[in-house]
């Protein structure tokens, strides 16, 4: 999936200035670049999300399952 970057480095200083990201420079190429990590905040939102997505994926499978049954 493609994601422009007129989108996606807005959304990651957004996530950095909630807590979420960490970031740090790499100044040893010829052109610095910034890396991203999660934070600790950052992990937790990110494994309780998840934890969600397979109560969702779970509860579509269940759904989907008593359809073709019937």
Request: negative net charge; contains cysteine.
């Amino acid at each position: 999936m493609g994601v422009a970057p007129g989108t996606l480095y807005p959304l990651l200083r957004r996530l950095e200035k909630q807590g979420l990201l960490e970031s740090s420079w790499d100044t040893n190429e010829a052109w610095p670049r910034k890396y991203y990590t999660r934070s600790a905040d950052g992990e937790a939102v990110y494994l309780q999300l998840c934890d969600e997505w397979r109560k969702i994926a779970a509860s579509m499978e269940h759904l989907t399952a008593n359809k073709e049954e019937n």
